[in-house]
């Protein structure tokens, strides 16, 4: 339980720092990635191509993180508070201008050999389109 608390904390970590090397280390090679209210993707590259995306619009910081780990250290789910800044506008979503938003968020995880195998995301983006609209 313990290895599996430490490495969330090290992906959250490394999240805070935007040291997008240090994430994509710890993800197993088919990592299946399940956006928030999205599609799956697959492996290591779409992961890096997702930070991309995300690094672009957006920069933010979870706060108030909370790991829970299932007792053979498989799975995993995390919650938190995102603090960030709307940099630049993304496709689909209101077009940005700065601003800043506050916003709890979860994520669930598969352990595989000491990597994470899938991470499944959630945060309110009805909440988060209302904030960066008002």
């Known amino acids: ?9 090290r ?5 805070n720092r935007a040291d997008w090397d240090a994430m994509l280390a710890l993800l197993d090679d088919g990592v299946a990635h399940d956006l ?18 995300m690094d672009r619009s957006y920069a933010e910081q979870l706060r108030d993180i909370v790991v829970l ?3 053979d250290g498989t799975r995993a789910g995390a919650e938190y508070v995102v ?13 940005a201008k ?9 994520a669930f995880f598969d352990i595989r050999d000491g990597k994470i195998a899938r991470v ?9 389109i209302a904030q960066v609209s008002a």
């Open 1 to 9: 339980m313990s290895a599996t608390s430490e490495l969330i904390h």
């Open 11 to 15: 992906y959250y970590d490394a999240f």
């Open 36 to 53: 928030n209210q999205g599609e799956r993707e697959i492996g290591i590259d779409a992961f890096r191509a997702f930070l991309g995306r």
């Open 69 to 71: 780990v299932s007792t």
């Open 83 to 95: 603090h960030g800044t709307y940099k630049v506008s993304d496709e689909g979503l209101p077009p």
């Open 98 to 106: 700065g601003q800043r938003y506050v916003l709890p968020g979860g």
């Open 120 to 128: 499944t995301n959630y945060y309110n983006l009805q909440d988060w």
